[in-house]
């Protein structure tokens, strides 16, 4: 499975992105899918993300909950991250993950249970 991040750049301060993620190859009947982020420096961080593909709930980081909107369209093997009201803080390289086995809740944010990543795209916000 390969995954294609897209959509990052540089944006001002209470602009807005819509990254997405395009998977490609074997596919799967269900899957977890979702956003990290690294800052410069710091370490990786999950943003946001499904804990399988059949699961309409969306899980945020607290930090980022009103601002961010995790979405997907199954048919297109894609997943989509709308970023609002963007803050400097938010500059970092943003990757999406994907991995065949669904999650428990507890799990969603576990980076070691991703089995596939994205290459990233970097956001920077400038203020």
């Known amino acids: 499975v390969q995954l294609q991040a897209s959509g990052g750049g540089l944006v001002q301060a209470g602009g807005s992105l819509r990254l997405s993620c395009a998977a490609s190859?074997?596919?799967?009947?269900?899957?977890?899918g979702s956003w990290f982020r690294q800052a410069p420096e710091k370490e990786r961080k999950f943003v946001a993300g499904?804990?399988?593909?059949?699961?309409?709930?969306?899980y945020y980081a607290d930090s980022v909950k009103s601002r961010f909107t995790i979405s997907r369209d199954n048919t297109k093997n894609t997943i989509y991250l709308q970023i609002d009201s963007l803050e400097p803080e938010d500059t970092a390289v943003y990757y999406c993950?994907?991995?065949?086995?669904?999650?428990?809740?507890?799990?969603?944010?576990?980076?070691?249970?991703?089995?596939?990543w994205g290459q990233g795209t970097l956001v920077t916000v400038s203020s």
């Open positions: 993950a994907a991995d065949p086995n669904r999650k428990l809740t507890a799990n969603v944010a576990t980076i070691s249970l991703y089995r596939y």
């Open positions: 499904f804990r399988s593909s059949d699961d309409a709930h969306a």
């Open positions: 190859g074997r596919t799967f009947n269900t899957y977890a």
